[in-house]
T-cell receptor, first 114, second 114 residues
Framework: EAQVTQNPRYLITVTGKKLTVTCSQN?????MSWYRQDPGLGLRQIYY???????DKGDVPEGYKVSRKEKRNFPLILESPSPNQTSLYFC?????????????FGSGTQLSVL | GDSVTQMEGPVTLSEEAFLTINCTYT??????LFWYVQYPGEGLQLLLK?????DKGSNKGFEATYRKETTSFHLEKGSVQVSDSAVYFC?????????????FGEGTQLTVNP
């Protein structure tokens, strides 16, 4: 089954404790992206990757890091989480080549930073 | 830059009522337009799309027409069901960015009562 898998589904942590949210897709997609969803703001892009070893900032990259060492994986790293990073996070992927290809989303990671 | 504006929610309807969720956009060039739906506890799924002016996207009884003259892409359904309760996001993919990102609206929460 084609899918994007995120882990964990829920995460509670404390300020400053490094964490990683994993994302994996099994569709051989070149493009992957991270979004955060906040009430009244919709989804905002954090980082995206057009292919292996190619990453770029989205609209709200501050406080986040990503890496793309393999095509299927695109982890999101919070080196020193802060309470304003409490949010619902989504990983997404799609094939490249056309701007109208649909995004496949993971089920989300609800992060709370205390 | 590109932006998407959706009608404010939440929207509450009775079963079999007519649904309209307004969406307008600002973009240069010729963006592709999308509606995504998010059911409770899940990631976003593509509902429908339109890639050029006057195109009509449709799926599961939902429709939206790409109106370049009014920069709009309103979502409609003639008779909603309880199972349509979800959050609906309008989005655009700007052609100049070669599909590197989707720009989302704020989302509209729809609740359909029996």
């Amino acid at each position: 089954e084609a899918q994007v898998t995120q882990n964990p589904r829920y995460l509670i942590t404390v300020t400053g404790k490094k964490l990683t949210v994993t994302c994996s897709q099994n569709m051989n997609h070149e493009y992957m992206s991270w979004y955060r969803q906040d009430p009244g703001l919709g989804l905002r892009q954090i980082y995206y990757s057009m292919n292996v070893e190619v990453t770029d900032k989205g609209d709200v990259p501050e406080g986040y890091k990503v890496s793309r060492k393999e095509k299927r994986n695109f982890p999101l790293i919070l080196e020193s989480p802060s309470p304003n990073q409490t949010s619902l996070y989504f990983c997404a992927s799609r094939a490249t080549g056309l701007t109208n290809e649909k995004l496949f989303f993971g089920s989300g990671t609800q992060l709370s930073v205390l | 830059g590109d932006s998407v504006t959706q009608m404010e929610g939440p929207v509450t309807l009775s079963e079999e009522a007519f649904l309209t969720i307004n969406c307008t956009y600002t973009a240069t060039g010729y963006p592709s337009l999308f509606w995504y739906v998010q059911y409770p506890g899940e990631g976003l799924q593509l509902l429908l799309k339109a890639t050029k002016a006057d195109d009509k996207g449709s799926n599961k009884g939902f429709e939206a027409t790409y109106r370049k003259e009014t920069t709009s892409f309103h979502l409609e359904k003639g008779s909603v069901q309880v199972s349509d309760s979800a959050v609906y996001f309008c989005a655009l993919s700007g052609w100049k960015t070669s599909g590197s990102r989707l720009t989302f609206g704020e989302g509209t929460q729809l609740t359909v009562n029996p």
